[in-house]
């Protein structure tokens, strides 16, 4: 009876887990840590958000059970945002569907669509969920290069080719969490082309599609002629609308993928809270100046992070999308991989970040920084990693030592 249920099996230890104890350890001692680890938004929800919340919540009948697949209005107004920003049209009874954020929506698609043994296609290093959805569904994860280009079409070729079974399925995420990677539309063509002549299905994960900086916004993958085909994309309120804790997401595209998750999600919830729902309907047909407002905020704080990390001596790439910087390791702390030089700089600079390999193995050269501190605490966070980087030699540390002896 000691030995591990099969699934847990297939679960490896929660790798941010370390990071996370010494975090809670250094608290405890009264240090304060800036956390810019978990992708988290500080932000408050927009007022006229909160207002509808607040009115429909005082309804008596909107505290009954709602829809599993999302009330009709809400439906509706994703398909009006589809419109208004891919010009791509949605029928919003049998190509929409609201979800518990994204993070549900693709573990519950993939307990739909998956079958012990099927082989699935996940970029590494990705979102947790996106392969851990399907593992915990019974598939195996082929690993396929992160960045969009002629790497990744070619990756994917070569394992249609070779995995037995073929790949049931790709996922695919731009703006990247946590890479930041774009992908533009000439590149999104080249892969519906290649996933259907593969018979492939394509799962974009959008989640990320409103925060960009520089150049064009990110495309749907629906936008091209026959995605919709073959193709399922999730997209969620939690970073547009500074919403994460009220987990509202969505899926819309193929009929066949969307039918198969609400028939799934009808045996295992009821849907959001209804007054969730009505306030996020007000969200999408609402004034959308607040996104423009949350896109500039993201904007300073990367601009900010970027040029403080420079100063220090650090060369991290500034991300044009998402909310994160993905950030090489510097050359002297390499040795030491992503868990260990985050145990490093909190120990060292108070700072939290999330190491890379909690994102795949191939993620272990980096670190993800999220920009989810004010301009003021994001300033006091370079401060610390500068006086850090030009003070330590570049060796590793046990972090809840390090704080258990500085009291």
Known sequence: MSEEFHRIRRLPPYVFAEVNAAKAKARAAAEDIIDLGMGNPDSPTPPHIVAKLVETVQDPRSHRYSVSKGIPGLRKALAGYYARRFGVKLDPETETIATLGSKEGLANLAAAITSPGDTILVPNPSYPIHQFGFIIAGASVRSIPAEPGEEMLRAIDRAVRHSVPKPTAVIVNFPSNPTAYMADLDFYKELVALARKTELFIISDLAYGEIYFDGNPPPSVLQVDGAKDITVEFTTMSKTYSMPGWRMGFAAGNPRLIAALARMKSYLDYGAFTPIQVAATAALNGPQECVDEMRAL????????????????????????????????????????????????????????????????????HVRIALVENQHRLRQALRNIRHFMATDNGGPVDAIAEVARQY
């Open 298 to 365: 993201y904007r300073e704080r990367r601009d900010i992070l970027i040029k403080g990390l420079h100063a220090a001596g650090w060369d991290v790439p500034s991300p044009n999308g998402s909310m994160f910087a993905w950030a090489p390791i510097p050359a002297r702390y390499a040795h030491l991989g992503s868990v260990e030089f985050s145990k490093l700089l909190l120990a060292k600079a108070k700072v939290a970040v999330a190491p890379g390999l909690g994102f795949g193995e191939y993620g272990d050269t």
